[in-house]
């Protein structure tokens, strides 16, 4: 084969592979998803609380919690970032002890539980419309509590880092024209089903400057479901 000869082979394969390109250029086809920018949602599971004082007013049961998150995602190219931010509620009742005082009660008390968090949530997204996303982090979360009966009440927090892994199933997966035209309407890029294990070390207070261990913690293993959309 004479050089010219290859060099038009070669000039032919190039044309070849950039005219599909320059064709939908030219018609102005739009990106196949919009930019992720920020997430939101709601899960509900159950928490497992391990310190052995609580255990032993309130015992060792799941308790329901729900949680409500929100973030930004400043990078979504094969690697999945956001910085989350959550707030949670759960309430339960015990024996007639109080935990937080050790003193006894004539009625059976109460905890409620505000876990406030912040997340670096980091997920493996590799494929485009990739059906499953596995993902995990760590972050820092701070439990505000009040435990009362029908007469007394103490309130107080814990703080401690957390760790958490799981899976987002990709709802858009089962329906990819229904959530083409949601993305182009609404701006609403992917909505998932997750489901998450996480274990919060929420332990410490702030005393004098420093962090110590309280009395009692608030550490415990969580498992949730949910629902989020990434916009």
């Known amino acids: 084969m004479s050089r010219v000869h290859a060099l038009r082979v070669l000039v032919l394969a190039l044309a070849l592979l950039l005219l599909p390109g320059a064709a939908l250029a ?15 949602g709601l899960n509900v599971g159950w ?5 052995s004082n609580v255990q032993a007013v309130y015992s060792d049961k799941a308790r329901f919690v729900t949680q409500l998150k929100f973030g930004v995602v400043p990078w979504s190219k094969y690697i999945h970032v956001e910085i989350d931010g959550s707030f949670g509620f ?40 990739q059906p499953v996303v596995p993902y995990g982090g ?12 029908s007469g007394s009440k103490w309130n107080g927090y814990r703080l401690g880092p957390s760790a958490f892994f799981g899976a987002a199933i990709l709802l858009d997966s089962f329906e990819h024209s229904r959530a083409a ?3 182009s309407k609404t701006g609403i890029n992917d909505a998932f089903l997750t489901i998450e294990g996480r274990y919060n070390g929420a332990r410490s207070i702030v005393d004098a400057g420093a962090l110590r261990l309280g009395a009692f913690g608030l550490q415990g293993w969580q498992l ?4 989020k959309l990434v916009i």
């Open 26 to 40: 030219a018609k102005g086809e739009p990106a196949r998803e919009s930019k992720k920018f920020m997430s939101g």
């Open 47 to 51: 928490l497992w609380l391990q310190d």
């Open 90 to 129: 759960s309430q339960f009742t015990g024996t007639q002890r109080f935990v937080t005082g050790g003193g006894a009660s004539a009625d059976s008390v109460m905890l409620t539980l505000f876990p406030f968090g912040v997340d670096l949530l980091v997920g493996i997204d590799i494929a485009f419309e």
């Open 138 to 149: 760590v972050g820092l979360n701070w439990t505000v509590f009040r435990e009362h009966d």
């Open 181 to 183: 035209a949601l993305d």
């Open 224 to 227: 949730s479901v949910g629902i």
